[in-house]
């Protein structure tokens, strides 16, 4: 992924003159309080966390984190697949606007040379830092995780990223193998050690030299887990023994479900253990006992996260940072567990475009520990003994990833970029997304009553391409000349309405009056998306003047 000596390099950068370096990038922005920002994205997480009330699922660092948090229970990617979602929230356009579908065009150059988030905070004086996954690696980010717009310095990449998709697997035949299930022994790995826990060493490391900055500092952390192959040290499997593991609760493929918007789930197939189970294409299904082995290791990788989100907050608490840094934490998109008969991201459904979101912001959110206090002292998955955590505050309005931009530009105390025009190709600083301040109980004169929006007006856009009206083998991931049909998806507190409209990836078109096919799901009656009701609702004026 990186070339050879890239790492090193870098490390050698920071260790190296690493004051000299960090102040000398920011540009003189003296704000002694300003905030420092720590933005956690987790790749391919779904809310199952303690904090939005699964049972099962033992994440008590990030419980602990939402404690202190206000978490917003329905905040929705724009794409649920990883390089249109990331720049699409890191830049705060939707990804009509960044033209990017796929993972095969650098927007500067495609779309419009649009600010980032660690741009616009670099510009204001901010140390914009790097770790692990943030931007998509590859031409999305032009080899270079959008460098040196975004970021201060070069962007840190763990070294044993390399070996995930490697033989590193031991299976029951004694062999390393490359399989989805991939629980290892962490002294018997490449290097000792796994990406993520060498992402939090990189930046527990970034944060000790950042304390005695003068430049409030943006960290953004990049974890891999729990993306496929699902590649955690083993003990985690101790937490969630197989009896104890249910199936989804739909584990079939509905019967109203139209094929364009069904994902094959092709990548998990092409992984060693999966190809032995010969499984038909593309429906499955996946024999029971392995689909309770999927969801073991996906939770697996969601605890062993949750200790990585531990042990980098409770640095931040013995760094005397947690009264200076808001904390955001997040996930590019979700990922079906079985959910419809779906192995993947690559949909519409709310299973794959929710997102956990919660952001901590001192004084606001929690009261500034005091001096000595611990916000975020580590708490081990493995004592049953902890409590679960109730979120601090939550709100229950439909929210996208899009408001990160505004959201974290305002809590900084930085100038909120003003809203878009259409179109808005040739403007670099504008935003898509809700300014979420209100929520935050920011108010325009002291003593105004908060601000609540009316959840009914509020709506949460995402989108999906296809190739083809039927499930085919390049269905999860069209490249932009493929792409026949788009997935245009509502989400408003009452129901999930799609359509599947014709899409000229040339002209960069939707044919809203090209319909391929429609879902709609009311939340009340149908949470998980099974009954499909479109037909039923033919004819009705359903609010598509709204689409931006
Ligand atoms: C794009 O924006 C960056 C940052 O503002 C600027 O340095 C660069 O010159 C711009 N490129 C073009 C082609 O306008
Ligand atoms: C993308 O990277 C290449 C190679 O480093 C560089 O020449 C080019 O200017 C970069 N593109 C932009 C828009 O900065
Ligand atoms: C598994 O389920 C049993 C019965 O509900 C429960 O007593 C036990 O604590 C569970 N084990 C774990 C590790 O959650
Ligand atoms: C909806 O109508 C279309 C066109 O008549 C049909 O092909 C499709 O099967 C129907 N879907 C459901 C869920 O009834
Ligand atoms: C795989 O499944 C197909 C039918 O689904 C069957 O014809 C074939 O024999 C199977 N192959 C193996 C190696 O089990
Ligand atoms: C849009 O789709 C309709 C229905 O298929 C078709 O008649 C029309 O020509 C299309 N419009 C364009 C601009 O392609």
Redesign the pocket.
């Known amino acids: 992924m990186l070339p050879p000596g890239r790492g090193l390099l870098w490390f050698g950068l920071v260790l190296g003159s690493v004051c000299a370096s960090l102040e000398s990038a920011a540009q003189g922005n003296s704000a002694a309080d300003a905030l420092n920002v720590l933005l956690i994205i987790v790749d391919d997480l779904r809310p199952s966390l303690g904090c939005y009330g699964d049972k099962l699922v033992r994440s008590p660092n990030i419980d602990q984190l939402a404690s202190h948090s206000l978490l917003f229970q329905n905040a929705f990617a724009q794409q649920a697949v990883c390089a249109p979602s990331r720049v699409s929230f890191l830049t705060g356009r939707r990804p009509d606007t960044t033209r990017l579908y796929d993972f095969s065009s ?1 927007w ?2 495609h779309a419009g040379n649009f600010s980032t988030i660690p741009q616009y905070f670099k510009e204001n004086g901010y140390v914009t830092l790097s770790v692990g996954k943030v931007f998509h690696p590859g031409v999305s980010s ?3 995780d959008d460098s040196p717009y975004s970021w201060s310095l070069p962007a840190y990449h763990p070294s044993s990223e390399k070996y995930e998709n490697t033989k590193t697997c031991r299976g029951p035949d004694g062999e390393l193998h490359a399989n989805l299930l991939c629980p290892v022994d962490v002294a018997d790995v490449p290097e000792g050690t796994l990406p993520d826990k060498q992402s939090t060493e990189q930046a527990i490391r970034l944060l000790e030299k950042m304390k005695t900055s003068a430049s409030p500092f943006f960290l953004a952390v990049g974890y891999h887990k729990p993306h496929i192959p699902f590649r955690y040290p083993k003990e985690f499997q101790k937490l969630y023994p197989l009896e104890n593991i249910t199936l989804a609760p739909d584990p079939q493929v509905p019967a109203g479900l139209p094929p364009v918007a069904y994902s094959p789930w092709m990548d998990i197939r092409q992984r060693e253990d999966v190809q032995a189970l010969n499984l038909s294409v593309p429906y499955g299904p996946v024999p029971a006992d392995f689909q309770r082995k999927i969801r073991q290791s996906y939770f697996a990788s969601v605890s062993y996260v949750d200790t990585q989100v531990g042990q980098l907050l409770s640095a931040l608490d013995e760094l005397q940072l947690a009264s200076s840094t808001v904390v955001v934490l997040t996930s590019d998109h979700g990922w079906a567990l079985g959910e419809h008969g779906e192995w993947a991201k690559y949909s519409n459904f709310d299973v794959t475009t929710r997102v956990p979101l919660m952001f901590y912001v001192p004084g606001r959110t929690a009261p500034l520990p005091e001096a000595g206090e611990k916000l975020f002292p580590y708490i081990d998955p493995f004592d049953s003994a902890s409590e679960p955590m109730e979120p601090g505050q939550q709100a229950m309005d439909l929210v996208e990833l899009l408001s990160l931009f505004p959201t974290l530009a305002g809590l900084a105390g930085l100038r909120v970029p003003p809203r878009c025009p259409i179109p808005s190709f040739h403007v670099q600083l504008c935003r898509e997304g809700q300014n979420l301040l209100k929520h935050f109980q920011f108010r325009a004169v002291e003593g105004d009553p908060p601000v609540h929006a009316n959840p009914r007006e509020l709506v949460a856009y995402s989108q999906y391409p296809r190739p083809a009206d039927s499930p085919q083998w390049n269905s999860d991931k069209p490249s932009l000349k493929d792409i026949k049909i788009m997935g245009y998806s509502i989400r408003t507190i009452d129901y999930r309405y799609t359509v599947w409209v014709g899409f000229s990836p040339q002209e960069f078109l939707a044919n809203f009056s090209d319909i391929h096919a429609g879902e709609l799901y009311f939340v009340d009656s149908d949470p998980l998306q099974d009954h499909n009701v479109y037909n039923d609702s033919q004819g009705g004026a359903l609010p598509w003047s709204l689409m931006p």
């Open positions: 650098y500067r150059v032009n080899h270079s």
